[in-house]
């Protein structure tokens, strides 16, 4: 089990997803059923409904499913770096990431399997990680953050997405 992580091992960016995982919830039990809903709602799109975006200069759901994948990989990394010692990683630009990866032109069924072997993956490692390895840590995007708070960062920031793809987009 990854405990939660103190207010000192994350910068407020992070912060912000951390806190939308309850005290009382198993981070790992998020992170594995979060892969179900992200197959519910994105598998079973048509090309259309996958290329909507609900404003002008919006992501479409396919870009929204992209950035997932691709802050998964990044928290992901950063996680397995810091647990074997690696001291300081660059930040990264969601929006840079988003506009260069063609992410429009490919498969939602693509997309999605890609999402969910990154979390599959992602899952072994915070599964592996040994009490001491969770409070090792590292700066990333220039601020300090510990492993399990990046475990806890993946889980809240697909919750967030998750409520603002409901909200905005009416996926549920």
């Given amino acids: ?14 912060g912000g997803y951390i806190k939308l995982i ?3 919830e198993n981070v790992l039990e998020v992170l594995q059923a979060q892969t179900d809903i992200i197959h519910k709602l994105f598998y079973n799109l048509t090309h259309e409904q ?4 609900y404003a002008e200069g919006k992501w479409t759901l396919k870009q929204v499913l ?4 691709d802050t998964d990989r990044v928290f992901g990394f950063r996680a397995f770096c810091f ?33 969910i072997a990154v979390r599959e993956a992602n899952l072994y490692f915070f599964r592996s990680v040994t009490d001491e390895q969770q409070t090792r840590h590292g ?3 220039g601020y300090l953050i510990t492993v399990r708070a990046l475990a806890y960062a993946a889980a809240g920031h697909v919750r ?13």
């Fill in 50 to 53: 996958a290329m909507y975006a």
């Fill in 1 to 14: 089990m990854i405990s939660k992580p103190q207010p000192n091992e994350y910068a407020p960016q992070p």
């Fill in 139 to 141: 700066i990333a995007s």
């Fill in 22 to 24: 309850n005290d009382d």
């Fill in 66 to 69: 992209g950035h997932l994948t």
């Fill in 83 to 115: 647990s074997r010692g690696q001291a300081e990683l660059p930040g990264f630009d969601q929006d840079v990431y988003v506009n260069n990866a063609a992410y429009n032109e490919r498969d939602i069924q693509e997309l999605t399997d890609e999402f």
């Fill in 160 to 172: 967030y997405h998750l409520n603002l793809l409901s909200e905005r987009y009416n996926l549920d």
